[in-house]
């Protein structure tokens, strides 16, 4: 009898697919999406291609510009061919999506808009990391493209998809909850001097702008929706800046982009405030919901404790045993990323605003 077998009889538990929340590994789909790969530097390496163990994608070829890496790759996660020119993998090859994880030109600027169109253009659908582009117009190119040829490109904004603020915006949406009111979000991201903000080449603050700034967008996006108008304010020293947010459906945020934060610190504090309860996310992981509470009698109580069917719920996950929830792969979110991409590829049907290319 396997060990989790054992476990699930000693609780008294029922079929481990009845849950939301649990994972069919790769070996156990029925169906996979036949995939192809570009780019195989160490974040593929350490966060895309491992994530692959939990979702239903055979991995068929993959392409880097370093052969011996490719094939080194090849042979670790059992692909099939490897390619120096992705444009060669395309050709030869009957895939159903590709997924592009490249770094940036000589100009600082994102190569996937060039690959994701070849992609479509190619008969697959694609997933690229973020930044999507540099510009605007890069990100309309890739949007004809979709419904030139019927595919569709998918961005890996992996926020969205972080189990903790996946929860937060489920209790959020709970008609005890109130609505999603008021959000805020704190997150260690300067912004260059504007005048060298566009300059990814020369300036050396505006490429992880760039780069990193769409992580506390994400968790904006994901848990307010769309943005109705923003401003900001900046600060020199630090290049740090606060955003405010007014929300299409309603409310109204602030993003705390603290420059000068601890690099110690943990980078990630988010709470989300409904209509007499709130939720806090802490370091991308722990969870605490403060329900709906009567309050004390000010000045009478003598202690501080709450009722029980009115005291916070607090979400920590333990790191002792081996199981998937405490792998960087699922808190990370790198597992539902994957998982939701090979989804989306295999059924053809993207979900809007989830991780579709569109302009925020």
Request: aromatic share 10%.
């Amino acid at each position: 009898m396997r060990h989790e077998e054992l476990i699930r009889r000693t609780l008294n538990l029922g079929d481990w697919r009845a849950p939301r929340s649990t994972v069919e590994y790769r070996t156990e789909s029925a169906r996979h999406v036949r995939a192809g790969f570009v780019g195989c530097g160490g974040h593929a390496y350490r966060n895309l291609l491992t994530a692959f163990h939990f979702a239903p994608v055979d991995l068929v070829a993959l392409a880097d510009i370093a052969g011996e890496r490719a094939e080194a790759i090849r042979r670790e996660f059992g692909a099939e061919r490897a390619y120096t020119d992705y444009r060669a993998m395309l050709a030869r090859e009957q895939i159903d999506c590709v997924v592009v994880v490249t770094n940036y030109d000589d100009d600082g600027r994102p190569r996937f808009p060039g690959i994701a169109i070849d992609a479509l253009d190619a008969g697959c659908n694609a997933w690229i990391e973020k930044p999507p582009a540099h510009r605007l117009d890069e990100v309309e190119a890739m949007r004809a493209a979709e419904r030139r040829t019927g595919h569709f490109i998918q961005v890996g904004y992996k926020k969205m998809f972080v189990p903790a603020y996946v929860k937060a915006r489920e209790l959020s949406q709970t008609p005890q909850f109130g609505g999603a009111r008021q959000l805020l979000v704190r997150y260690p991201q300067r912004m260059p001097h504007p005048a060298g903000r566009f300059d990814l080449k020369g300036h050396p603050g505006a490429l992880p702008f760039l780069d990193h700034v769409w992580h506390p967008f994400a968790i904006t996006q994901l848990l307010m929706g769309d943005v109705r108008e923003m401003t900001y304010l900046w600060e020199a020293d630090t290049g740090g800046w606060i955003a405010t947010f007014a929300f299409a459906a309603g409310g109204i945020g602030v993003l705390n982009a603290a420059g000068g934060q601890a690099r110690g610190a943990p980078i990630e504090h988010v709470e989300l405030f409904g209509d007499g309860e709130h939720i806090i996310v802490e370091n991308n992981t722990g969870l605490t919901y403060l329900r709906r509470y009567s309050g004390h009698h000010y000045g009478r109580d003598a202690d501080h404790f709450t009722p029980i069917d009115q005291a916070p719920i607090v979400w920590d996950p333990e790191f002792s045993p081996g199981v998937l929830y405490n792998k960087n792969a699922s808190s990370s979110a790198m597992r539902r990323r994957s998982a939701s991409s090979a989804e989306m590829s295999s059924t053809g049907r993207p979900r809007r605003g989830r991780t579709c290319v569109r302009p925020i």
